[in-house]
């Protein structure tokens, strides 16, 4: 036994997450019709999901109904603290004028990245999240500063000031955006790896519910962006909610604010951004995003 389970049970975990990882960047990134894709990424969200619920009941059976729960709160956990990022790498995919294919492959480097660093992150614990602590504060001021851009730009590419644009390789260079997207993780990491072991001090609970999630991001953000891809006042929406999600990174040492009221905000966010953008009619798509 390591780590609360037998070498067969960690070796076949991760064999399932390469398969999936597999599937997941072939089957989602095949199609070139808009529709279908966007069937294709609810599909396999959907299965995902119905994956993990499975993996929690074959816990339950093997290691007793406690593990299998907990297995289950620190997916939802995850999977919930997680939305926040959707919309950051929304802002830097726009922001950057990353087109959906190469959006596609900068999302896959960035969940094997982010697998890594978990791993590692879990083994050490949270005295290592720790030490990251003073990043959150820098990188809170630059969401408010993005925020700001949005709410007083014309769209998400206002975001991301021209100078930091000018700062990649190539055009269209995914290298300075898959930096952008394993930074954004490692530190919302500070918050959801915390999280989970509050419910769970088994590492194998802890680090499989962690990658369950993780999993579910790449289909998941082209759900979010697919339903958000009509709306008009979009830029709005995203600065108003990276401006909430600064003042949580900013505040949390004085104020923490539930999980349940953090999603309420950003699905009343999100209602006011859908409704007046269905008042003034549907926007023109953004090119190059």
């Not at 579910?216 to 006042?233: E, K, N, Q, T, W």
């Not at 004085?254 to 309420?264: G, H, V």
């Not at 699905?267 to 190059?288: M, Y």
Request: some cysteine.
């Amino acid at each position: 036994m390591i780590g609360g389970a037998t070498w067969l049970w960690w070796i076949g975990f991760h064999a399932a997450v390469v398969v999936l990882l597999l599937a997941d960047a072939f089957l989602t990134g095949r199609s070139r019709n808009a529709k279908l894709s966007q069937r294709l990424a609810w599909g396999w969200t959907v299965f995902l999901i119905l994956a993990s619920v499975g993996f929690a009941a074959w816990i339950a059976r093997e290691q007793g109904r406690a593990l299998g729960l907990q297995f289950i709160a620190g997916y939802a956990i995850e999977t919930s603290l997680s939305i926040d990022n959707l919309f950051v790498f929304l802002v830097l995919f726009r922001g950057f004028g990353i087109d959906e294919r190469h959006q596609r492959q900068a999302l896959t480097w960035g969940v094997v990245g982010a697998i890594v660093l978990r791993a590692i992150f879990i083994a050490v614990g949270v005295a290592l999240l720790s030490r990251f602590e003073w990043i959150t504060w820098i990188f809170g001021a630059f969401l408010l500063y993005a925020a700001w851009r949005l709410l007083f730009g014309n769209s998400a590419k206002d975001a991301i000031p021209e100078w930091i644009r000018r700062l990649q390789p190539t055009k269209g260079s995914l290298l300075p955006v898959i930096l952008a997207v394993e930074v954004t993780d490692l530190l919302f990491a500070t918050d959801s790896i915390p999280a989970v072991l509050a419910v769970s001090r088994d590492p194998f609970i802890v680090y499989t519910s962690n990658i369950a999630a993780i999993l579910g991001l790449r289909s998941l953000y082209f759900v979010l962006a697919g339903l958000l891809d009509r709306l008009r006042y979009l830029h709005y929406g995203l600065g108003a909610l990276l401006a909430f999600v600064a003042f949580k990174m900013l505040a949390a040492r004085w104020i923490e604010i539930p999980i349940t009221i953090s999603l309420a905000i950003i699905g009343g966010i999100l209602a006011i951004c859908a409704i007046a953008s269905a008042l003034a009619g549907e926007r023109q798509p953004e090119t190059g995003a």
